[in-house]
């Protein structure tokens, strides 16, 4: 028996952009990042480049009728929700691109590419001045600091030269002006996002890397196709920003040049979180089995596991109300769920600052016994305090504790302790990279206290 179809429909993106053999930006680029968004990608490739992660080596502009020729065949098939452009090379590029976006009835992103990330020129210099006409016909320009400083006038060195650059692109009919950050120095990667009403900030801690490698393709897309769900302009913004800032975090390292930012990061994460939550249920399942109560702190013992690219507390799975100790032995008051933890998901993410590849904790109750157990772990064993911090201020001190303490040892430590963290109520935060590595450096510490106890009752 044949069986029915059940089909679905997802919003059409129209990428306008030229290829990249390395994969990393480019037309490639967008497509990846458009199914990763739940969007459809469909193409008109502007210019074949011979490029890889270390620099663009040949390009080839296909004539403007090939290129109009393949926006006639998208458009004239396909209900096309968004449009995003990206490398367009000459004038008469920018001119028939121009025209299309004017026909087509959807909001259209317009990254303004320029120089490739390994600082090779891709757009013609007499082609500069032809954006104009283009950016006047889109929703959303996303120039980084050196395409600003063009297209404006202005060389966005802070946020208010930023903002004074997108004010003068909005001047020239955008709708809105995303001045990107990422080549400003600092810290701080600050986004601004102006509107003909309105200015919007993004920020987000820079990450110390070079593999940015289609970055700005990344982005523009993303956006595009939240505009193609009908997002609103500044939710599709800042979507697309988280998204990119995971994807430079968890770059892709490929080639022998700096690697590509890592377009799939927020659909790998989602399909992730089954076996990150399976993983946390099968702790927790040795922990009753083997009775973990003499470990377990007043405040209750949690366990938490963040997927191989959480950045958040919603993005790491633990016990909802913890493990208790009862009367029958140490048993979870309910089940496993994403969110369910604050303190030791936190402690977690901190953690993984430093070490990325940590994805498991727990917590444990600190006094005497289990001081001297921790010896018997097999990393080292760092210490840190909160001390009087506020509820307000817990957070930043966890995160500063928790650097203070990575810097102190040599290794990933297996354990941290904290002293004053949640009250007066000391604790030890165990680590590991693995499920079964967090259950036996538990375990660890529950047969050294559990021998502690006998040899006390022998004296």
Known sequence: MTRQEAPISPPVVLAVAGSDSGGGAGIQADLKTIEACGAFGTTAITSVTAQNTTGVERTHVLPTEEIDAQCEAVCSDFDVGAVKTGMLATVEVVDLVTERIRDVDAPAVVDPVMVAASGDRLLASEAESAYEDLIAEATLVTPNADEAAVLAGVTPESEAEAREAGERLVDLGVDAALVKGGHVPGETV??????????????????????????????SSAIAARLAHGDDLVDAVGAGIDLLARAVRYNLDVGEGPGAVHHSVELRDRAARDATAEAVEGVVQSFVDRNVGPLVPEVGL?????????????????????????????????????????????????????????????????????????DELDGPVAEFDTGDASEDSRERSVERGVETTFASVEGTPSALVNRGAYGDEPLVFVLAREPDALVDRTLTLLEAVGSDAVESDEK
């Open 302 to 374: 949690n366990v938490a596991g963040a997927t191989p690219y959480a950045e958040r507390p919603d993005e790491t799975a633990a016990v909802e109300g913890r493990i208790a100790e009862t009367l029958s032995g140490a048993h979870p008051n309910r089940g496993v769920r994403f969110g369910a933890s604050t303190h030791v998901a936190r402690l977690l993410l901190a953690a993984r600052e430093r070490e990325p590849a940590l994805r498991f904790a727990a917590n444990c109750r600190h006094d005497d016994a289990v001081a001297a157990a921790l």
């Open 190 to 219: 600050v986004d601004v996002l102006v509107t003909g009403d309105s200015v919007e900030t993004f920020r987000h801690p820079r990450v110390d890397t070079d593999a940015t490698h289609g970055s700005g393709c990344t982005l």
